[in-house]
């Protein structure tokens, strides 16, 4: 299917307007939308959050003039069911557009390729495909969840030059700046949640709340403590906001939990490896409707999660220092017998924060 410059030109503006709704619509995607009509823009709109308007409703309600005959460009298909907000395929068609130009086909199955369907039986021209690639990577969390039934993982680290997280004795404040640490708030700001374990609590004792950058939604805190051995004067436990994932944990410390109003999901433990099922508990993760993980924790775990697979994205903060060879690593993943079994990824951003450099690499699959 062939596009005008023009249709990139409009489409590229619905993928702007999807980073207004970045930090805020979670578990709904950050949808952009752009009416036209003869040649001008006469609305546009984004989905904030979840149980408002959606992205094309927003952009009917602000139309200029009458939308009949006009070509709506939407980051994403246009919903064909009821949800907390009524199918924006259905307001499309009522407000008489003409032609109806997405970046994607909708995985959801509630979605998928109905919303396109509902359009073309009411004589409206339905395309996809216009900048999808730019599309899949504003919408990668959502469309994680809804094809691989887990979300997106971010592993993030703050390391000097040579690669180190701390002194061998665990000291770690602070290796990166505070440029740097302002750029993890943000990090954090845009995830569903933040996940460490509970070796990182007993080390450093962090809060993993959003502090240093505007934010009117704290993303949900989550702790992997396989045994729940967390100590209730913890930082992680005030608050509220508080997930604890555990897979051997005693039931009766569990219930302990819960009563004291905290959350608890149990998971199965992986039987060769004796911990716990990492995938299965992202399988969990996203059915509670999360899209985009941010991982805050020391070597063992980076290293388990990134053996199990789950990892996508490794974000590294370099600081122009040197800690020595004694200092602890990133990843604890074992000796590797040949070169062939390195781990391949790919740079996708290098730039430069404060003094510090951010690198972020995707994880290449097989």
């Known amino acids: 299917m062939t596009f005008s410059a023009a249709d990139h030109a409009y489409m590229a503006r619905a993928l702007a307007l999807t980073q207004r709704g970045r930090y ?16 001008r823009i006469i609305g546009e709109g984004w989905h904030e959050k979840a149980g408002d308007l959606h992205a094309e409703a927003h952009a009917l309600k602000t139309c200029s003039e009458d939308p009949r005959g006009a070509t709506a460009y939407v980051t994403l298909e246009p919903c064909a069911h009821h949800g907390r907000t009524p199918p924006c ?107 460490t374990g509970i070796g990182t609590v007993r080390a450093d004792n962090p809060r993993l709340t959003v502090r240093d950058v505007p934010c009117t939604r704290q993303p949900l805190r989550v702790l992997l403590d396989s045994r729940l051995e967390i100590q209730e004067d913890a930082a992680l436990m005030q608050g509220g906001n508080l997930l604890i994932v555990t897979a051997t944990g005693a039931e009766s410390r569990e219930e302990e939990l819960k009563q004291r109003g905290y959350d608890v999901l149990r998971v199965p433990v992986d039987a060769a490896k004796g911990k716990v099922d990492l995938p299965i508990m992202m399988q969990k993760l996203a059915e509670r409707g999360l899209n985009d993980l941010l991982v805050e924790t020391g070597a063992k775990l980076n290293g388990s999660l990134l053996q199990s697979g789950v990892v996508d994205e490794i974000i590294i903060y370099i600081a122009p220092s040197i800690l020595g060879d004694l200092a602890r690593g990133m990843f604890a993943i074992g000796e590797l017998a040949t070169l062939e079994h390195k781990l391949k990824l790919q740079f996708s951003d290098v730039r430069q924060v404060g003094p510090d450099l951010r690198v972020i690499a995707e994880v290449l699959r097989n």
Do not use: Y
């Not at 805020?24 to 003869?38: F, Q, R, Y």
């Not at 680290?157 to 061998?168: E, F, I, K, N, Q």
């Not at 000291?171 to 933040?194: F, G, K, M, N, Y």
């Open 24 to 39: 805020t619509a979670t578990p709904n995607p950050n949808v952009g939308c752009v009416i036209v009509k003869a040649a």
């Open 89 to 195: 395929a259905d307001a499309l068609i009522e407000a008489g557009m003409a032609r109806v130009v997405a970046a994607l086909e909708d995985p959801n199955p509630q979605v998928s390729g109905k919303g396109f369907a509902r359009l073309r039986e009411a004589g409206i021209q339905a395309e996809s495909g216009l900048m999808a690639q730019e599309a899949a990577l504003v919408h990668r969390g959502f469309l994680s969840r809804m094809t691989r039934a887990r979300p997106w993982v971010r592993v993030k680290l703050g390391v000097s030059l040579d690669g180190r997280t701390a002194l061998a004795n665990g000291a770690s404040r602070w290796i990166t700046s505070s440029e740097a640490r302002r750029d993890v708030h943000d990090l954090r700001a845009q995830a569903c949640a933040v996940l």
